[in-house]
């Protein structure tokens, strides 16, 4: 996928891991790409591969509850379970990318969501981290 530039001074390809200022809240996540007409960009949140990779791991337990049971059966634990998050008119909002998020997050919550998260997401190769 071709590279996506943001500006004069910002070219985020997949798997960087951006911050987000939009509507006053900032979100964090890793860079998946843009919408089909180009102007939504789409992203991971720090919070659904990690969600997901927790469902699988019961999932794989035998706890198929989950209303993602019958995914994981038909098709294992693919990118196609996480949620992405999108950014309609990115262009009018803020962003910066991270070259060290592993040093990002003090709180001890959103450093495991990350942690998890990351760890979900080398999983299925989208990082080779």
């Known amino acids: 996928m071709k590279p996506l530039k943001i500006g004069e001074n910002l070219t ?18 890793w860079y998946c790409g843009q919408g089909r007409d180009k102007t ?20 794989e337990t035998g706890d198929h509850t989950h209303w993602r049971a019958e995914h994981f059966t038909k098709h294992g634990f693919t990118s196609k379970a996480f949620y992405k998050s999108y ?5 009018e909002s803020r962003f910066l990318k991270v070259t060290d998020p592993d040093n990002l997050f003090t709180n001890p919550e959103q450093l495991a969501k990350y942690n998890k998260s990351k760890e979900a997401l080398i999983k299925i190769k989208f990082l080779n981290k």
């Open 87 to 91: 950014l309609n008119s990115y262009y």
């Open 12 to 29: 985020l390809e997949l798997g960087d891991f951006i911050v987000i200022a939009s509507n006053s809240i900032l979100d964090y996540g």
């Open 40 to 59: 939504t960009l789409q992203y991971y949140s720090i919070w659904s591969p990690g969600y997901t990779l927790e469902q699988f791991e019961k999932f």
